[in-house]
Structure formats: structure tokens, C-alpha cells
């Protein structure tokens, strides 16, 4: 399985799981990403300074970009 790659090389994607432990077993639970578009998200970040795309869970903001970023970032994960 290989990592998805950005434009400068690093490996990218988004994965959060909480882990827990029931019956002594180390349990890993994927949780669902909500990801919101606007037509301009102003990030306060110099290296990206506009999105039109963001990606949370719970009141978290794990990401920012274009909507087609984050969905390729999420890959296989849930998001709504």
C-alpha cells in the first residue's frame, strides 16, 4: 500500500482514530470527517492563504485546501 504523495514529495492524507481498550483489546475506532466548502476560506496561513475547503472533526480543523485535496486526503476514511 503505498502512501499518496504531494507536489513536493511528502506523504499526505488525513486519519483519525480514536483508540480505546475493551477486554484488555486495543480497539481502533475511525471517526467521520465533515468536510465544509465555501467559495473563499481566508486560512491566516502565509504558505495558503485562501481555501475553498475545510476539513473537521468535532471542533478540530485538521485540514484546508480545495474540496478535490481534502477528498483525496480522506481517501477511504468516512467524511460527510
Not at 500500500?1 to 480497539?27: P, R
Amino acid at each position: 500500500n503505498q502512501n499518496k504523495k504531494d507536489v513536493h514529495g511528502q506523504a499526505t492524507g488525513i486519519l483519525i482514530l480514536y483508540i480505546t481498550m475493551k477486554n484488555g483489546e486495543f480497539q481502533f475506532i475511525m471517526t467521520k470527517v465533515t468536510i465544509y466548502t465555501a467559495k473563499e476560506i481566508i486560512t491566516l496561513d502565509p504558505d495558503k492563504p485562501k481555501a475553498s475547503a475545510v476539513a473537521v472533526v468535532g471542533n478540530k480543523i485538521l485540514a484546508v485546501g480545495s474540496l478535490e485535496e481534502l477528498k483525496a486526503a480522506v481517501g477511504d476514511q468516512q467524511y460527510t
